[in-house]
């Protein structure tokens, strides 16, 4: 029984793929009797013609054994793996031209039921004999297990179903978002990066690929830890209702489990000063939302004037009275409540202004015990650098850091860096983020109901379990017809349990990640998830069995038997323990076009600052 490598098996076939190389002892025995050929006719003096029919012959065979020497060869060697590869920018910008409408995601092949049974056989082989790792990172005979390989490329189209990156820390998952941050780039298309460890390799290359496509100033960098050359970012600008920007804040809110009375109210309170705001015709932003919290009194009196403008003629007349012996301002925000209610209430009832007063009129001890929990994250927001980044004063003339949002990144193509610099302050990052994803969200929706020719948005999450929330479900949902294309890196299926505290909705977000690009993986319970998803296949191993025996009635009569069978049994694609095994910087992906694709990446190289 035989199994030829290049044909794969067929199921009469069978090799033991990884035996010892006998092609190569059969070729050197070939050799040496074309040696011995060779000087018994020069020296023996006998007729030349038999040495030399038996020299050619032995040629042939010695050629034909060579072949399959040679095979098995490559076949071990292939198996000590792959030095660590990088690319120059300039070769990534081939490769695109060559295939413009795909991403590329280097080089690898197509893994199917030959692996599998080469890898079976290798696991009850003597694998130290074998394989040898470059870098102690994992095991490179499982590439090794494919002679061939070529450049891997997705469809842009199907990039649109997004993309879920897994792997333990150190695996490669940085170097994968560096090659498809710096493709999406060279395209022209709209990026947004959250990055929570502030990678500087990941911002290197978003800055080199602004540089290489012409355009630095597309480049937009936000970093808390560093507000001097941060960009402003106004999280609030974006909304189709201002009921979106109380969510956007309450859902960062800790909360137990089920219904959260502090919370619910927090948020009614975050509505009512936001609608409060819009009725003044301001810009609501979270310094704005901070001050009016605790003491809502300016606001209602700025917003009860701006809404008795627009429906009371001569209000100033007819407020005039309630005015007189109003000492302060809680006095003054008193009076114009009476005033609302005795005069403008009754032809022009307003449900946002109504919600504003009750929040004051409400007892001020109690209203604070019921918005403590928001109001250390309102601090955490507002304070310091961050308060100035989050919300940017426009008519400030001596700021000159350019302010923008997410809408106006998008609308301009520009590539925006966010560090969320969690390693320094956690909740603060997660807070930030969420916070940002909420915008996106109600920018995808607003794109959805009315763009038109839109432009793709490419989003990049690093360590996403850090920013997941509700919101983030929702643009993973209903994104797609927006053209969003995001992708999530995490390292255990777990943490998004973890994060989003329900497996319903940890499984909401996995099913909707059309592409898994999964390295390294040590979490067994997330090897079993990765690989539960792939199809079966067989693996063929054979079956030997032996007896001897002999008949009670004729004790000297021996019997004996042997035999073999080629069996097939059920197994997994890919082996589960091998995500745990696979070497830095390799990957075992499912696309979205069905095809389960084994590969390797290249380090993008980035210049030294200064040298272009």
């Given at each position: ?5 290049a ?11 990884f ?13 040496a ?55 120059e ?54 590439h ?17 179903g ?22 999406a ?5 709209a ?41 402003r ?7 189709v209702r ?20 502090f ?7 975050l ?34 004037e701006?809404y008795?403008?627009?429906h ?16 302060n ?87 925006a ?29 607003d ?7 839109l ?8 360590e ?9 479900i ?7 017809g ?46 079993q ?22 008949q ?8 004996g ?5 080629l ?46």
């Amino acid at each position: 029984m035989k199994w030829p490598f290049a044909g794969g098996p067929s199921p009469r076939e069978y090799e033991l793929a990884f035996r010892g190389n006998y092609e190569a002892v059969a070729a050197a025995g070939w050799l040496a009797g074309i040696a011995a050929s060779l000087a018994a006719m020069q020296w023996s003096g006998l007729p030349r013609a038999p040495f030399t029919w038996m020299a050619g012959v032995g040629a042939v065979m010695a050629a034909y054994r060579s072949l399959g020497a040679s095979r098995i060869a490559s076949r071990k060697r292939a198996l000590r793996g792959h030095d660590v590869a990088f690319i120059e920018p300039k070769t990534l910008q081939r490769k695109m031209r060559a295939h413009p409408e795909d991403v590329w995601l280097g080089w690898g092949f197509e893994w199917d039921q030959p692996h599998t049974q080469l890898v079976h056989e290798l696991l009850k082989s003597d694998r130290a004999k074998l394989a040898t790792t470059h870098d102690g990172s994992g095991c490179p005979w499982i590439h090794g297990v494919s002679l061939r390989e070529e450049d891997i490329y997705l469809p842009i189209a199907l990039a649109e179903g997004h993309t879920l990156i897994v792997g333990t820390t150190g695996s490669g998952k940085t170097t994968l978002l560096a090659l498809l941050v710096m493709q999406a780039i060279l395209r022209g298309e709209a990026v947004i990066i959250l990055d929570p460890k502030s990678d500087k390799t990941l911002r290197g290359v978003a800055e080199l690929a602004c540089a290489l496509a012409g355009d630095p100033q597309r480049f937009v960098y936000f970093h808390p830890g560093f507000p001097e050359r941060s960009a402003r970012i106004d999280p609030m600008r974006n909304f189709v209702r201002p009921t979106e920007l109380a969510s956007r804040v309450a859902s960062n809110m800790a909360t137990e489990e089920g219904a959260d009375p502090f919370k619910a109210y927090s948020h009614m309170a975050l509505n009512n000063v936001i609608q409060g705001n819009i009725l003044c015709g301001r810009q609501p932003s979270l310094i704005e939302i901070n001050r009016h919290l605790n003491n809502p009194t300016r606001l209602v009196i700025d917003a009860i004037e701006a809404y008795s403008a627009q429906h009371v003629p001569d209000w100033r007349s007819a407020v005039r009275g309630y005015l007189e012996r109003a000492a302060n301002d809680d006095a003054r925000a008193h009076a114009f409540v009476r005033f609302y209610y005795d005069r403008v209430q009754p032809d022009h009832a307003s449900p946002d202004l109504e919600g504003l007063i009750q929040m004051f009129t409400h007892n001020r001890e109690h209203h604070q015990k019921m918005i403590a929990g928001l109001m250390p994250l309102m601090a955490m927001l507002t304070s310091g650098h961050l308060g100035r980044l989050l919300s940017p004063d426009t008519a400030d003339v001596t700021d000159a850091r350019p302010i923008t949002d997410s809408a106006r990144i998008i609308r301009n193509g520009q590539v925006a860096y966010i560090g969320l610099d969690t390693l320094t302050d956690q909740m603060v990052g997660q807070a930030v983020g969420s916070i940002l994803l909420a915008d996106l969200a109600a920018v995808a929706g607003d794109r959805y109901n009315y763009g038109v020719g839109l432009r793709p948005v490419n989003v990049f999450i690093d360590e996403a379990p850090e920013c997941l929330h509700d919101p983030t479900i929702q643009l993973l949902n209903k994104s797609r017809g927006s053209l969003f294309r995001l992708t999530l890196c995490i390292q255990t299926y777990g943490d998004v349990e973890a994060k989003l505290g329900s497996a319903a909705k940890a499984r909401q977000v996995v099913g909707n990640l059309n592409n898994t690009v999964t390295l390294r993986v040590l979490d067994a319970e997330s090897q079993q998830t990765i690989t539960d998803g792939l199809p079966k296949t067989v693996v063929r191993h054979v079956l030997r069995t032996q007896g001897s025996g002999t008949q009670a009635q004729d004790p000297m009569n021996f019997t004996g038997n042997s035999g073999e069978r080629l069996m097939e049994e059920e197994a997994d694609l890919f082996p589960p323990a091998l995500l745990g095994l696979l070497p830095n910087r390799e990957y075992l992906a499912k696309l979205a076009n069905g095809k389960i694709m084994k590969g390797r990446l290249p380090i993008v190289k980035i210049p030294p600052r200064g040298t272009g």
